[in-house]
């Protein structure tokens, strides 16, 4: 029988990505090892990591479900065994770390979500950027010239494409959350 890993990171069976996101960072902080001295502190710390990356996938999460539910064995899963286990080795390296190498991990900044207003600040600000070389060839004089011109459609389309991309992420990963139940 596995763990519930709703009830380790403290979320509903219906979490989005985004609220299994927040209770990851919260948890994760909470329960290192370097952080918290009880001693259990290093058993937390994974089964906290091993909640997240089996919530977070969707795959693994299906077969979590299902298997929760009708309380057969998950780990009797070929991928869901490897997850489990790769879970483990993570946050046991994870939790050799201080805190602030640990945050300073690529895995622990991929947990990062975005607020919804600064989506929607990097929607508007991508989609100006985005439309900032065709008001600048309409509008722009003749003394600025071909260079600037240049200069607008190098650098604002990436940023443009930049912004807007983030914010279609984050949206994305806030769909089910935004959701009205």
């Known amino acids: 029988m596995v763990a519930d890993y709703f009830k ?48 977070i996938h969707k795959n693994t999460h299906e077969i979590y479900l299902q298997d929760f539910r009708t309380h057969h064995d998950p780990l009797k899963h070929e991928v ?8 483990r080795t993570r946050a046991a390296q994870h939790a050799s770390l201080s805190t602030s190498e640990f945050v300073k991990t690529k895995f622990y900044r991929n947990t990062h979500m975005y607020s919804y207003p600064l989506l929607l600040l990097f929607l508007i600000l991508g989609l100006l950027l985005l439309l900032a070389p065709f008001v600048a060839v309409v509008t722009v004089e003749q003394s600025l010239g071909i260079f600037f011109i240049l200069a607008v459609i190098f650098i604002a389309w990436p940023l443009g494409l930049y912004f807007f991309v983030q914010s279609a992420i984050g949206f994305q990963s806030m769909k089910k959350y935004m959701a009205v139940k």
């Open 80 to 87: 869901y065994y490897y997850w489990i286990n790769a879970a």
């Open 8 to 55: 380790i990171l403290e979320i509903p069976e219906d979490a989005s990505e985004m609220e299994i996101k927040r209770a990851y960072r919260q948890k994760a902080k909470q329960f290192h090892p370097s952080l918290n001295k009880s001693s259990d502190a290093i058993d937390q710390f994974i089964l906290v990591n091993e909640a997240y990356e089996i919530l």
